[in-house]
């Protein structure tokens, strides 16, 4: 079993922790089912950060910490998650449901990626959200540990290509002259705002645009997928970005009726206040067709 290629492995794992995490990969990969497999390399992907590496969580990225002193336990530490896994799974087995799930890979802007599925009931996702926190970069040691790549670029070119990508090739590509609006939808639903970011520093007016035209992108992917009766929810969370404020709970809202002419916002539920800064939300975005128009009440 190779070491996975991070830069500076050590700064991420003690070395008697790189060594038990290596001995259980090999462990989980010789089981025969694939199934079974990815069931407890799920469950190692669940402690790796921060149970089992030299780092905190903070607000917006990775914090090396020296863990030197800690107690941590590979095995202990990934045996009770999996229990836990298997618990849940068993009380799930035991509510009789008939509903089997299954993962496809694809880009949820690219309508072709949508082709297999004949219609679409619902849609319940929560997007990266408009402050510049990459999930790719953040996410760096699950994706050497578990092989998922082996160089820095590969993981730039995958945050390339996310909503609200913004580490590596997506800042450099940010960097680059002057982002507009996808269509009127999307620069009315903005109501300036990325103009008066654009007065201050160009590139996160860039990235502002970018983020609600890939959103609009996606929407234009969903919509010949979506049933007559299909629902919507979207959780989003609303960012300060050089001093202006970004809605992002309404500006979707807005897209998303602009985008989809049949369809209304029901609701928009500010469930949830972020300590990150003032007046910073966390909103689930509730849309279903037709219907009369509604106002956009915030609770």
């Known amino acids: 079993m190779s070491i996975p290629p991070i830069h500076n492995i050590h700064r991420w794992w003690r070395s008697d922790v790189l060594k038990d995490m290596l001995v259980l990969k090999a462990s989980i ?6 199934e079974f497999v990815a069931f407890f390399e799920l469950a190692l992907a669940a402690v ?9 969580l903070g607000r917006l990225q990775l914090h090396f910490i020296n863990k030197d002193n800690a107690v941590m336990d ?21 509510e009789n449901t008939a509903t089997t799930g299954v993962i496809k890979h694809g880009d949820a ?18 997007p990266p959200y408009p402050n510049r926190y990459s999930y790719v970069w953040n996410t760096r040691p699950h994706l050497y540990m578990l092989d998922m790549i082996t160089v820095a670029k590969v993981a730039a ?31 009315a639903a903005l109501d300036f705002v990325h103009l008066k970011i654009a007065m201050q520093d160009q590139l ?9 035209n890939r959103l609009a992108k996606h929407l234009i992917a969903i ?18 970005i050089k001093g202006e404020y970004v809605a992002t709970d309404i500006i979707l809202a807005k897209i998303i009726e602009g985008m989809l002419p049949d369809f209304r916002i029901k609701r928009l539920h500010r469930f949830r206040h972020r300590h990150s800064g003032k007046k910073l939300y966390e909103t689930i975005i509730y849309a279903t067709r037709a219907g009369p128009m509604s106002e956009m009440h915030l609770n």
């Open 223 to 240: 919509g010949p997928k979506l049933k007559s009766d299909a629902k919507l929810a979207y959780v989003v969370g609303n960012s300060w």
């Open 48 to 56: 790796l950060v921060p149970d089992l590496s030299n780092v905190t």
């Open 74 to 94: 590979v095995w202990d530490t990934f045996q009770r998650h999996a229990a836990k896994m298997l618990d849940d799974l068993t009380a799930l087995n035991n």
């Open 204 to 212: 996160m007016a860039n990235y502002v645009v970018h983020y609600f």
């Open 157 to 187: 070119d995958i945050d390339r290509k996310t909503i609200g990508g913004t580490w590596g090739t997506a800042t450099s590509e940010l960097g680059k002259g002057v982002f507009s609006p996808l269509n009127d939808v999307v620069e």
């Open 109 to 126: 802007t690219v309508r072709e990626d949508f082709n297999e599925f004949s219609e679409i009931d619902a849609i319940i996702t929560s």
């Open 29 to 34: 990969r010789r089981e025969s089912s694939p």
